[in-house]
């Protein structure tokens, strides 16, 4: 395998903060994107749901895309449908989800062993990022975000009601880690959408407490798994990545805000149909 293909996929276009990361670290992969923006989100829909869904868009990766690796950029589809989606391609595909790479990360960072998980609240109420934590040793509390995901699809990343949205949400989690006897040092940011929001929780945590990015630490892991395969580091040598971009509903709203999750210009959408 020389210039392997890495399928994307989230729920609607906050993924694209996986995919930068991912273009960092691999920059002369080809990579295929889908955002299944007309059934966004995900996060508050059933795990049935979610598992039919995530499986489409992973077997169009696999079956019209022809990826050897999926990365499921999506908190909820990871926590709720990893099984569902290896199920629905080959074994021969390497599935990474979000939810264990961040729980290592946390485990890292941790030196009190307590972290804290914000999230959608399909994400949350699986406990997912609960039970991957717990089986790296750590406990984990975790709280549902879920004005978070609007706000930044709205584009308020600097707006003041985003602001105040996240300090009541910080305010409430810290009371509850505290009742709870907890000393969190961690705090992991569980959702597509928050890493846009990573300078505003910085400001309002205390400093000593480090932020997880899930999106960089599943890119870790995709780099780890192509040494293992190619048998050395995937070159980083400058270059456009060769990308690919797939959604299901406004091509047009896709490459106007998916460049700020991407951070380069998002163009040449193609509109796809996954079935019902
Ligand atoms: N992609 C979702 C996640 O990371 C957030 C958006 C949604 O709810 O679909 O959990």
Known sequence: ?????????????GGLTVLRALVTRAPQARYAFIGDTARLPYGSKSRRT??????????????QQHAEYLVIACNTASALALDAIKEAVPASVSVIGVIEPGAEAARRASMTGDVLVIATDATVQSHAYAAACRAQGLR????ACPLLVPLV???????????????IYLDELLAEAAAAGLNPDVLVLGCTHYPLLK???RQMIPASMLIIDSAESAADKLVMYLCYDLGTPPPVAPGDPVMKFFATDSVEKFERLGSRFLERPVGNVELVDLGG
Do not use: N
């Open 153 to 167: 699809e709205e584009g308020w990343i600097d707006h003041p009601v985003t602001a105040e949205v996240i300090r």
């Open 199 to 201: 300078p505003v929780f």
């Open 140 to 143: 984990a509390l975790e709280k």
């Open 50 to 63: 979610i598992a039919r869904y995530a499986a489409q868009s992973a077997r169009f990766l696999v079956e």
């Open 1 to 13: 395998m020389t210039t392997p293909t890495i399928g994307v996929f989230d729920s609607g276009f």
